[in-house]
């Protein structure tokens, strides 16, 4: 099964991708979690990529498809590429590799969801710096401030989740990657999911809809 998952800044993308996995192992591919572990270890593409990601813009196509295609020459099949692609040239690079790689996507799931939850969302969003798991300071607070509830880790908010940069994601979100929504409707591979509530609560029904797809 290869699946796009697409929607804004917040939306659960992550999550998603993340909770799938109790139904079946995927490759999980997010463009995001690359580039920032690349700016952890302060390599070349880090230090090209902090620039635009500071600003709520998007990398480069050339590096970001360079890299999609370098990560799917490892896997090939049962993936979810988690934030790529993210605009129309990515979409048609990515349809490119595929093509090369004689894989075919199952579909694409767009999370839909309004723009005032997700702000709120992002602002009290952090994440333990060990382990990864997710915090959110209204809804799943840590018992200890700032300390990871799992591994006793120290808790960080993304650089990029401050207001201003928050501001221009979205205006990223909607001129460059709200687009692929008609673009894989054309392809007949579009999945819509309101992600209001949140993203777990719809993950059996979401399930339930890709195993029909993958028959
Ligand atoms: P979010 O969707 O919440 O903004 P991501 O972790 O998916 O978070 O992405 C964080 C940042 O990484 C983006 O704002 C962008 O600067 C960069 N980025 C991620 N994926 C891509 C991509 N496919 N193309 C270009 N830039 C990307
Ligand atoms: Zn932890």
Redesign the pocket.
């Known amino acids: 099964m290869q699946l796009i998952i697409f929607g804004a800044p917040g939306a659960g993308k992550g999550t998603m991708a993340q909770n799938i996995q109790k139904f079946k192992q995927f490759s999980h591919i997010s463009t995001g979690d690359l580039f920032r572990r690349h700016i952890k270890e302060k390599t070349d593409l880090g230090k090209l990529a902090t620039e635009y990601i500071e600003k709520g813009l998007l990398v480069p196509d050339k590096v970001t498809e360079d890299l999609i295609r370098h990560e799917l020459d490892m896997i090939r099949e049962d993936f979810i590429l988690d934030g790529f692609p993210r605009n129309i040239a990515q979409a048609e690079a990515l349809d490119e590799i595929l093509q090369d790689f004689g894989i075919k996507l199952t579909a694409c799931v767009h999370l839909d969801i309004d723009p005032e939850i997700v702000v709120e969302r992002l602002v009290n969003r952090m994440s ?1 710096q ?2 990864g ?1 997710p915090y959110n300071l209204i809804i799943k607070k840590p018992k200890v401030e700032n300390v ?1 509830d ?2 006793g ?1 120290q808790l960080t908010r993304r650089a990029d989740d401050n207001e201003e940069t928050i501001r221009h994601r979205f205006t990223t979100y909607h001129e460059e990657t709200a687009p692929l929504i008609d673009y894989y409707k054309k392809q007949g591979l579009l999945m819509t999911v309101n992600c209001n509530e949140g993203i777990l609560t719809k993950l059996d029904q979401v399930w339930e809809e890709l195993s029909a797809l993958d028959k």
Request: with cysteine; hydrophobic share 10%; proline share 0%.
């Open positions: 333990c060990d382990c798991a990871c799992e591994c880790g």
